[in-house]
């Protein structure tokens, strides 16, 4: 029986958007990062969903303009400035793609794989991502092509928050570990201080809800980005980049996420959370208090209830699309 085919308004997502904020913005649970002393401060009642459609409508509700640390969310764009540099080939050859089923920072998922680093989208596998980043051996180089791809990702120049920056570089005992496991492994290709202090310094970035549904959408349209209209990256990278989303984006919880929302996202302990329903849109969610495992308890909850009101799952036989006769005015 061939796949059924329907299609979803703007107007639909809105309602959808609109009635889980007003559902959950008065929920509680969970906690701010505490191991990060910046991010412990952060007001834990902030919550803001965004979703950036493939024309470049951006439909938001809630605080969707505050800036926050985008942490882990971060090992998004620097996989796919690896992609673009290299190649997914040479990406998945010197970093990997594998799923470890362990938390993001586990030094044992490393020990295990000591062959390669398993992912870009875990600690491991990120400070290798950044330690590939072109010029070999140049900081400045390096973190200029690490900040113009998210501005070209996000349409927005991005600055560090330099009190999380510190916080995080006080605080990075583990990943210093990894650093130095990856340099004897011989799989970081740059020196491991300089590729760990770009690191840090990428995940204490500021960024929105808004910023990130955009970069989200950019990946859900094959490279293009909606809003400034540039081919940002090779369309061929999408669904590469989905793919490790889809495995290992929620870490030892990406299967429970994935059962229960059915869209590929990518979360971080700062609170936000980035998700790619492919061909469709992007969406983001904020809010700092986080589970067990470092997800945003009610980016999550958001996320997961818009999926189901509008009856989106990307594992679903019947294929979406949005229709654009009913688009309400851009927010972008």
């Not at 952060?42 to 800036?67: K, N, R």
């Not at 991502?129 to 900081?139: K, M, R, T």
């Not at 990075?172 to 760990?196: C, Q, T, V």
Request: hydrophobic share 40%; proline share 5%.
């Amino acid at each position: 029986m061939a796949a059924s085919h329907k299609s979803i308004t703007a107007a639909e997502i809105k309602a959808a958007v609109d009635h889980a904020y007003e559902s959950l913005k008065d929920t509680t649970g969970g906690k701010n990062a505490d191991y990060i002393p910046y991010l412990a401060s952060v007001d834990p009642t902030l919550f803001g969903i965004s979703v950036c459609l493939l024309d470049g409508t951006v439909i938001s509700a809630g605080d969707v303009d505050h800036t926050f640390g985008i942490e882990s969310v971060s090992k998004v764009p620097t996989a796919i400035l690896a992609m673009r540099e290299y190649g997914a080939v040479d990406v998945l050859e010197k970093v990997g793609a594998d799923a470890t089923g362990l938390p993001f920072n586990s030094i044992m998922a490393l020990l295990l794989e000591k062959d390669r680093p398993s992912s870009p989208l875990v600690n491991a596998g990120a400070i290798a991502a950044c330690s590939l980043v072109e010029p070999i051996g140049d900081a400045d180089g390096k973190w200029r092509a690490i900040t113009t791809n998210i501005a070209e990702l996000t349409g927005h120049e991005p600055a560090v928050i330099e009190e999380l920056y510190r916080s995080e570089s006080a605080t990075d005992f583990n990943n210093r570990s990894i650093a130095w496991l990856l340099k004897d492994y011989g799989r970081i290709y740059d020196d491991p201080n300089l590729s760990l202090d770009l690191y840090t310094r990428q995940c204490s970035l500021g960024t929105t809800a808004h910023q990130l549904a955009i970069m989200a959408a950019t990946i859900a349209n094959d490279g293009f980005n909606p809003v400034t209209n540039k081919q940002v990256f090779d369309p061929d990278f999408a669904p590469k980049i989905t793919s490790l989303i889809t495995t290992v984006g929620f870490y030892e919880r990406t299967d429970d996420w994935l059962y229960k929302s059915g869209i590929p996202a990518k979360s971080g302990v700062g609170g936000g959370v980035l998700g790619i329903m492919p061909g469709m849109f992007g969406i983001a969610a904020f809010s700092p208090p986080l589970d067990e495992a470092g997800n945003s308890v009610k980016a999550q909850a958001a996320i997961r209830q818009i999926m189901q009101e509008l009856g989106l799952n990307i594992f679903a036989a019947s294929r979406l699309c949005v229709c654009q006769c009913a688009t309400p005015a851009s927010e972008a």
